[in-house]
């Protein structure tokens, strides 16, 4: 697992993402770059955006569940997925972690601009998993002005999720401004959240971190 580990963050770190960036650095001062990364990423950068509406948004994410406010650029990603079962309404899939990551085309010039990035990912999944720790790395890397939130999932989602999740945060550890946090605890402050209120509020606990920072 630490060879692992070891061996993932030195691929990460020879990927070459430097026609990603500009020569510009960025100062604190900057204008806020929301970058929503998976659905639970998305949805969280949804609901700042219907708080704030003052920075740029991005998000990137499967076209299933598309439904993005105008003005919110939006990065079609299709994560690899194996099927596990079907059901008689719908097959079920896992996500692929063996695979590569490949970055989309769209993403070219992203972080080319004078901004702090802001990524917001959902811990768990194949899509806001490789992309925040690579997109980190990469930032990182670069000493761009940067800040990325992470949040571990829920215990009800089931152990195959959260070692996901583990063993991205034991890698992204290293990396500066990458902050985590446990959906669990969530569940403290709101004792009778029901199964469906679950979300909103992990939604609305980044938009609070983000308020309390004083990035908003
Ligand atoms: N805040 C928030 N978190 C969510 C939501 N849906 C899922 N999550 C969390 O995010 C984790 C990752 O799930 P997704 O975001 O759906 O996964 P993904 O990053 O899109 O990954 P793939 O679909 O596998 O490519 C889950 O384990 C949940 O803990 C949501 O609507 N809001
Ligand atoms: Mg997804």
């Not at 991005?58 to 003005?71: R, S, W």
């Not at 811990?123 to 800040?147: I, N, P, R, V």
């Not at 571990?152 to 992204?172: D, K, V």
Request: charged share 25%.
């Amino acid at each position: 697992m630490e060879n692992k580990s070891n061996s993932r963050i030195k691929a990460l770190q020879e990927l070459n993402f430097e026609h990603w960036l500009g020569n510009i650095k960025i100062n604190t001062k900057n204008e806020a770059h929301i970058i929503g990364l998976g659905s639970g990423g998305t949805n969280a950068a949804k609901y700042i955006w219907n708080q704030w509406e003052k920075g740029r948004f991005t998000m990137i994410n499967d076209l299933d569940n598309a439904d993005i406010p105008d003005g919110i650029n939006l990065i079609p990603f299709q994560s690899p997925k194996i099927r596990m079962f079907s059901g008689k309404q719908r097959d079920f899939y896992i996500p692929d972690m063996e695979q590569a990551l490949e970055m989309p085309d769209e993403l070219t010039g992203l972080f080319r601009e004078n901004c702090r990035f802001v990524l917001l990912a959902g811990l768990g999944g194949y899509t806001g998993t490789m992309m925040a720790e690579a997109l980190s790395l990469m930032l990182h890397k670069e000493q761009k002005d940067f800040l990325t939130i992470c949040s571990m999932p829920f215990s009800f989602e089931g152990r195959n999720r959260l070692t996901i999740a583990r063993e991205a945060m034991e890698r992204m550890k290293v990396i500066h401004n990458c902050h985590f946090f446990e959906l669990d605890m969530l569940r403290n402050d709101h004792v009778n959240m029901a199964l469906s209120e679950a979300f909103p509020v992990a939604d609305s606990h980044f938009y609070k971190i983000l308020q309390e920072s004083g990035l908003l």
